[in-house]
């Protein structure tokens, strides 16, 4: 796909009209318009977007459709969202309420949480839209659905408060645990009140799954990543919790690595935790770092027990290496075990995916952090051998940390050349990435930045060339 032109697009497209069977055929082309439809000139995507709305909007009106075809539909939207306009998007989704094709809704619902903007679309769609989801909040069977994806119901909020007060009022009145939990984290407008409050609940969360987790031989997983949650909070918003609630979530955390039989996942979270607080939250881990010290002391304890219903695919090294990291945020020197450890990653794609994203924390817990000299350099040795790998979400990690890297001014050089690479042979999810912190990276020329700039205003792929766009814009408003 990296290499896709209009024209190859365009085969795609022709070739699906060749299927016998037509709901087979109509299938054929939502799933090849879905992937290949920011590909296609805008001639030919006009073409197509007409012959592909009309299909869709005659399949919902018809009373004789092709049952199977309803999977396929936001299978297709959500490849050419950004293409296409939101009222048209609105209208679509109004209408499966309006046929009350429940079996869709959690596909609907997920669609409208990544691809909905009531921002962008007409005061009548908007409206339109968000009274057809009151309906679905007040009918006792179809609501059951939105238990099983609720997302879109916060994300929808915040996109337009004064629109969605009624659907506030019903949430709170049917989703009342849901509302109470999550929603109100997600929307609350009185964070210094509401935030903390939160915080303290997680601390308790996690501290009763580290004294139940593996007692009497019971094991159980997680619906919510409680720890990376608090970090998020953390990293997200400068919060004033009292030094009490610190305490016991630095406290507990550390229990997590020392004494709990918590997965591998959740110990990874939980370093990260520990090193955010570290560089974010000084005063707190000051006042705590005997509980630091504790974890550097004991570090040949920390480890994970082979449960095998629950255990993960990610190697106990990286557990190795994230308490190297964390260590490393207390001002150690680990250089000689981080150079020992890192080899041993190489071609486990879990275990390289959990190590780079670990480091990616790291690096993004502040604008300004570096790790020291020795140590970044066996790290950036690393990052270049994975800017490489077949496996997107290691290229992905491996470029956020190249990028973040280039704040070291003795990286210039290399970084600079890394992304004129990139730029010319990796996907779409990178080009973006690169062109989102683009202006925010000082250590990108301005040389590279043009070079950048003029591929991607010409890319073949449509999404690119908007968030170009948007990358110009933003830079001429400053």
């Not at 004064?162 to 609350?188: F, N, P, V």
């Not at 690393?382 to 496996?391: D, F, I, K, M, P």
């Not at 890394?418 to 990276?441: F, P």
């Not at 301005?446 to 690119?464: G, L, M, P, Q, W």
Request: proline share 2%; aromatic share 8%; hydrophobic share 40%.
């Amino acid at each position: 796909m990296n290499n896709l032109t209009a024209d190859e697009a365009a085969s795609i497209m022709d070739f699906c009209l060749n299927h016998p069977i037509k709901y087979k055929r109509l299938s054929s082309q939502l799933l090849a318009f879905g992937s290949v439809g920011y590909f296609l000139d805008d001639k030919c995507y006009e073409f197509c977007e007409k012959s592909i709305i009309g299909e869709i909007k005659s399949w919902l009106s018809s009373d004789t459709s092709v049952v199977a075809i309803g999977q396929d539909i936001f299978k297709c939207l959500s490849g050419v969202a950004y293409r296409m306009p939101q009222d048209m998007l609105s209208e679509i989704c109004c209408q499966f309420i309006e046929r009350h094709y429940s079996r869709w809704y959690m596909d609907m619902f997920k669609f409208i949480a990544n691809h909905i903007d009531l921002r962008k679309m007409s005061a009548d769609s908007a409206k339109e839209l968000v009274e057809h989801i009151n309906c679905v909040l007040d009918s006792e069977t179809e609501r059951e659905q939105i238990k099983h994806s609720p997302f879109f119901l916060c994300v929808l909020r915040k996109q337009n408060r004064a629109l969605t007060e009624e659907m506030d009022k019903k949430i709170a009145e049917h989703l009342s645990s849901y509302y109470e939990g999550i929603y109100k984290l997600e929307t609350t407008k009185d964070e210094n009140q509401d935030i903390p409050v939160f915080v303290k609940e997680y601390v308790e969360r996690i501290r009763k799954s580290n004294e139940t987790q593996g007692k009497g031989g019971f094991y159980f997983g997680h619906g919510t990543r409680e720890i990376a949650t608090v970090r998020s909070i953390l990293l997200g918003k400068e919060l004033t919790c009292d030094a009490d609630t610190m305490d016991m979530l630095i406290s507990v955390v550390a229990d997590t690595l020392l004494i709990s039989k918590e997965g591998i996942s959740i110990k990874l979270d939980a370093i990260s935790l520990l090193i955010c607080i570290a560089v974010k939250y000084p005063e707190d881990y000051t006042r705590n770092q005997g509980v630091y010290e504790k974890l550097f002391e004991q570090q040949k304890t920390i480890g994970i027990d082979d449960n095998s219903i629950i255990s993960s695919n990610i190697d106990s090294i990286s557990l190795k290496i994230g308490l190297q990291l964390l260590y490393t945020a207390m001002g150690k020197d680990v250089y000689a075990e981080i150079l020992e450890l890192m080899p041993y990653i190489q071609g486990d794609v879990a275990t390289t995916i959990a190590v780079t994203n670990l480091i990616v924390e790291y690096l993004e817990n502040s604008d300004d952090i570096m790790f020291p000299s020795k140590v970044e350099a066996i790290i950036l040795q690393n990052v270049l051998q994975l800017l490489h790998s077949e496996y997107a979400d290691i290229r992905w990690n491996a470029t956020r940390i190249l990028l973040t890297m280039s704040r070291n001014p003795e990286n210039c050089g290399i970084v600079n050349h890394q992304l004129v690479n990139l730029i010319d042979s990796n996907s779409v999810y990178i080009k973006n990435l690169i062109m989102r912190h683009l202006h925010k990276m000082n250590g990108i020329t301005d040389a590279t930045k043009e070079y950048i700039i003029s591929k991607c205003r010409h890319d073949a792929n449509f999404v690119v060339r908007m968030v170009c766009d948007e990358v110009e814009k933003g830079v001429a408003e400053e």
